[in-house]
């Protein structure tokens, strides 16, 4: 989920207006443990770097780390300031567009299973009446809806969208009630012929699934994917009810430097496009089953999410999936970034490294906003990345 966050006073008014009256879903974190790292060559600089950045003033920060020399994960800071909590790996957190990757791979699944048609437009699937003063969602398909090539609205450039979740901080948002806030919207471009992230289109993927299948999607993204791979510290909300070791998100939503606990304003979870949380030792079994030895999809499906649409800044955007060419020394990158109100996270993997390297990182603040700590966050995932490829 790509964040952006307008009129800082109206909403800094409405956080404080709705703030003692709503029903928390992320309660005050109670502290976890996790086993002693093994040894690892880079673990000194890797906890340098997380210690070095939260003096600088990110929150709570953790990382786990996989290459040819074994696996390495550590943390820093607070899961909750407000109760003096450690962040620890095994803490977790909210990974907002991490979602889609794995919205992706179920997706991928489904196909596979021969249930799902990639070339089906949405409009096959989804009501009329859903669609209705939808810009290009009558011209598009689930594969273009995967791939950011719809031009379809992005919800969250909705400063309407916004004040509703500040109105109703704790919502359990519908597809439907979503998807409201892009009617009589302007499309980005004419359907299929340029390529724009939009929050909207895995909403729309979302919907598909559970009106081929019948089922509601939470249930077939934990049944085919959280399960087979034992990640059983991963949660989407609002489907499912998050732990107590979740860690409290901070924003600087009044654009003065001074971060704010947003953890429960929800900005439209369990839609397909945000709302799962987990913590760095789920991601890495993640990473394991998906890129490493997959196991979900086979290979070759693997291959076609990774039929790439460029989409400029040296990104390229596949199904359900980002490729990232480093313009310094072009090593390439495959995963996903995700951001929302009050957390950030970041998944890749490097498939032509020899050692199959990986990192995965959660940061409990919501970095995608332009906000005193974007740089900052910027600045500790470029020197996280340059660890990694050494």
Known sequence: MQLKIVRYSLFAFLFLAYNSCKKAAVKATVSCTNSTTLAHPKGTALQQLLDEYVKKGLPGI???LGDGSGVWYGAAGKADLENNIDYSPCTVQKLGSITKMMIGVLTMKLVEEGKVNLDDPISKWIDADVLKNIKNADQVSIRNCLQHTTGIYDIITSSGFYLAVLS?????????????????QPANFAANTSVKYSN???IFVALCIEKITGRNHSD?????????LGMNDTYYHWHDAVPSTTAQGYF?????KTIVNVSNLVTGSGNGFTGVYSNVF???KFVNGVFINPIIVSKSTLDSMMQWKFSGDNLFFGMGLFKFV??????VSVGH??????????????PNAANKNYYVTCVNYGTNGKTFLSPVYDEFVGKLKAIVIQ
Do not use: M
Not at 170 to 182: P, R, Y
Not at 220 to 228: G, S, W
Not at 326 to 331: E, S, T
């Open 220 to 228: 077939l993204l934990r049944e085919k994917v959280f399960t087979p």
């Open 168 to 184: 109703n901080p704790n919502k359990h948002w519908t597809s439907e009630e979503l998807l409201s806030f892009i009617k009589n």
């Open 282 to 284: 789920d991601l890495q």
């Open 252 to 256: 600087d939503l009044y654009n003065n």
């Open 337 to 350: 970034t995700g951001g929302d109100l009050g957390y950030a996270c970041e998944v890749y993997y490097y």
């Open 200 to 202: 909207s289109n895995t």
């Open 62 to 64: 953790s990382v786990l």
């Open 326 to 331: 480093d313009p310094l020394n072009g090593v």
